[in-house]
């Protein structure tokens, strides 16, 4: 059965239009990540709401194409302007700017496209192989299993809320309470609606994203001195010197990929982690000191390591409905946007459909390198954009697009309300992957436990009635439980000196 949903994927995502949406997404995202200001999740969810009439697999393709493509965008403002054009690429600009600086800034460029590229095809390659083993799992779970790995979900909450976990409690919390407007799953009931029949099928989870990131972002950009526009840029240096460059690491490639998709598959980390992890062990590893003063390792340790985060991503967002990233919350919100419910479904009934997303990132990541390569003398006016003009239009783009999904005055009013919180929890550092895992697992454990609970005609012990769910369980106490030990054990060690 796993053999004929390849083959049916790979028919899927060969076919037209898909592959176009893959070109498309891709140039799309380079242009998004290298724009500095912009970035995946703000660049997905402005896109999020003109996908309604593509189809499910076109728009989560086009999606994906968007998010791969923006991870090798991101470093070309890093190499040229010093500014990473996403966070993924902060990294790259320790050896991408100063090589610039050398002259060789298109030797960095094109060091940057091969590995990730690279970097991708071996992430993608890594979960068509793991895939099964997934499908096997998923096929064992049942509705107490389903609860209790949204619960796990959930509990990482703890993890993701650097800084405050009281702050990420909160905004998890919230996330939480917002899912609870409307019809509750499985009992008809009507809640916290006030009346408003537009409330009925609750808030719009594509709203709040588009609140979220397209209007936060912009009014964080808003307030932002100077602008990030730039004019003095050079694109020198040999293409194919940075081709040699990075056939003559493969250790370094291998490794920062698999870096990357391992961080990538933890929620809250992403390749804002990754690209330093890899970095750092590129830098342990290596022979050379000229770190962080043009030394091109340094560049292909970033890329690959952000590139093979989307693989790694993926695992959670598509096996539990887990986004890791702010990008995978987005690509989730387009998934529920056309009908597709993120989670175990997507390795059993929906097993061609997910493998044809792993051809099309495959493709995707060739298309990095082709044009990666062919485009790196005009990558400089991507550098160029002033923010003048970028922030009305983004404003206008999300505020129209959220309402023309359902028409409904109540998303509009959701994308300015969520706009001004996102903005707020930026200012004081509430976690947004909190807020949105709350948003995302909130429905499904809520509709599990339920129909748990049916099934078991009320009694409690169905949830450790099976070995997944008392591992289930006791990976979520193990979460929970271990910060505080961790907490209580440094306590006691200062206490003791």
């Given at each position: 059965m796993t053999?004929?949903a390849?083959?049916e994927?790979?028919?899927?995502a060969?076919?037209?239009?898909t592959?176009?949406?893959?070109v498309a997404?891709?140039?799309?995202g380079?242009v998004?990540?290298?724009v500095?200001?912009?970035g995946p999740n703000?660049?997905?969810?402005v896109t999020?709401?003109?996908?309604?009439?593509?189809?499910?697999?076109?728009?989560?393709?086009?999606?994906?194409?968007?998010?791969?493509?923006s991870?090798?965008g991101?470093?070309?403002a890093?190499?040229l302007?010093?500014v990473?054009?996403t966070?993924?690429?902060?990294a790259?600009t320790?050896?991408g700017y100063p090589?610039?600086?050398?002259g060789?800034?298109?030797?960095?460029?094109s060091?940057?496209?091969?590995?990730?590229?690279?970097?991708g095809?071996m992430?993608?390659?890594?979960?068509i192989?793991?895939?099964?083993l997934i499908?096997?799992?998923?096929?064992?779970?049942g509705?107490?299993e389903?609860?209790?790995?949204?619960?796990?979900g959930?509990s990482m909450i703890?993890?993701v809320a650097?800084g405050?976990?009281v702050?990420g409690?909160v905004?998890g919390?919230f996330?939480?309470?917002l899912?609870?407007?409307?019809?509750a799953p499985m009992l008809?009931?009507?809640?916290?609606t006030?009346?408003s029949?537009?409330l009925y099928?609750?808030?719009?989870?594509v709203?709040a994203?588009?609140g979220?990131?397209a209007?936060?972002?912009?009014?964080k950009?808003?307030?932002?001195?100077g602008?990030?526009?730039?004019e003095?840029?050079?694109t020198?240096?040999?293409?194919?010197?940075?081709?040699r460059?990075v056939?003559?690491?493969p250790v370094?490639?291998?490794?920062?990929a698999?870096?990357?998709?391992f961080?990538?598959s933890l929620?809250?980390?992403g390749?804002a982690v990754s690209?330093?992890v890899a970095?750092?062990e590129a830098m342990r590893?290596?022979?050379?000191?000229?770190f962080?003063r043009?030394?091109?390792?340094?560049v292909?340790?970033a890329e690959?390591s952000?590139?093979?985060?989307?693989?790694g991503s993926?695992?959670?967002?598509l096996?539990f409905?887990?986004?890791?990233?702010g990008?995978?919350?987005?690509?989730?919100?387009?998934?529920?946007m056309h009908?597709?419910?993120?989670?175990?479904d997507?390795?059993?009934?929906?097993l061609?459909l997910t493998?044809?997303l792993f051809?099309?990132l495959?493709?995707?990541n060739?298309?990095?390198?082709v044009v990666?390569?062919?485009l790196?003398?005009?990558?400089e006016?991507?550098t160029?954009v002033?923010t003048?003009?970028?922030?009305?239009?983004?404003?206008?783009?999300a505020?129209?697009?959220?309402f023309?999904?359902?028409?409904n005055w109540?998303?509009?009013?959701?994308i300015?309300l969520?706009g001004?919180i996102g903005y707020?929890m930026?200012?004081?550092?509430?976690s947004v992957?909190?807020?949105?895992?709350g948003?995302?697992?909130?429905?499904i454990?809520?509709?599990?436990f339920?129909?748990?609970l049916?099934l078991s005609?009320?009694?409690?012990?169905?949830?450790?009635?099976?070995?997944p769910?008392r591992?289930l369980v006791?990976?979520?106490?193990v979460?929970?439980?271990g910060p505080?030990?961790k907490?209580?054990?440094?306590?006691?060690?200062h206490g003791?000196?």
């Amino acid at each position: 059965m796993t053999f004929a949903a390849f083959l049916e994927g790979l028919q899927i995502a060969f076919s037209w239009p898909t592959i176009g949406w893959m070109v498309a997404g891709v140039l799309l995202g380079i242009v998004i990540g290298a724009v500095p200001g912009i970035g995946p999740n703000l660049g997905m969810a402005v896109t999020l709401p003109l996908t309604l009439p593509l189809g499910g697999t076109n728009a989560i393709v086009l999606l994906i194409g968007i998010y791969s493509g923006s991870m090798y965008g991101g470093s070309i403002a890093a190499i040229l302007v010093n500014v990473p054009g996403t966070a993924a690429a902060a990294a790259t600009t320790f050896d991408g700017y100063p090589l610039s600086r050398q002259g060789v800034a298109s030797m960095a460029l094109s060091a940057s496209a091969v590995s990730s590229a690279l970097a991708g095809f071996m992430t993608v390659a890594a979960l068509i192989v793991i895939s099964p083993l997934i499908v096997t799992i998923v096929l064992a779970m049942g509705s107490p299993e389903y609860f209790l790995v949204a619960v796990l979900g959930l509990s990482m909450i703890t993890i993701v809320a650097r800084g405050s976990m009281v702050k990420g409690l909160v905004a998890g919390a919230f996330g939480l309470m917002l899912t609870t407007i409307g019809i509750a799953p499985m009992l008809s009931e009507v809640r916290f609606t006030g009346g408003s029949l537009a409330l009925y099928d609750g808030l719009s989870f594509v709203a709040a994203i588009l609140g979220l990131f397209a209007i936060a972002e912009m009014l964080k950009l808003a307030g932002e001195s100077g602008g990030i526009a730039r004019e003095d840029v050079d694109t020198s240096g040999s293409v194919w010197e940075g081709v040699r460059e990075v056939a003559a690491r493969p250790v370094t490639v291998v490794k920062s990929a698999f870096i990357g998709m391992f961080i990538g598959s933890l929620p809250g980390s992403g390749a804002a982690v990754s690209n330093f992890v890899a970095y750092g062990e590129a830098m342990r590893s290596s022979e050379s000191d000229g770190f962080g003063r043009g030394e091109i390792e340094g560049v292909i340790a970033a890329e690959a390591s952000n590139n093979g985060t989307v693989g790694g991503s993926l695992i959670p967002a598509l096996s539990f409905g887990i986004p890791g990233s702010g990008a995978t919350a987005v690509l989730l919100g387009g998934l529920l946007m056309h009908g597709l419910q993120p989670g175990p479904d997507m390795f059993d009934g929906e097993l061609a459909l997910t493998y044809s997303l792993f051809v099309a990132l495959f493709l995707g990541n060739a298309i990095i390198l082709v044009v990666g390569l062919a485009l790196i003398t005009r990558t400089e006016y991507l550098t160029k954009v002033n923010t003048d003009y970028l922030i009305p239009v983004i404003v206008v783009l999300a505020i129209a697009g959220g309402f023309t999904l359902r028409s409904n005055w109540a998303d509009v009013a959701t994308i300015v309300l969520l706009g001004g919180i996102g903005y707020y929890m930026f200012e004081h550092d509430y976690s947004v992957i909190a807020f949105i895992l709350g948003m995302v697992l909130g429905p499904i454990a809520e509709e599990n436990f339920t129909r748990s609970l049916q099934l078991s005609d009320g009694s409690w012990t169905i949830f450790v009635a099976s070995w997944p769910s008392r591992l289930l369980v006791a990976a979520v106490l193990v979460i929970l439980v271990g910060p505080l030990l961790k907490d209580w054990y440094v306590s006691r060690g200062h206490g003791a000196t």
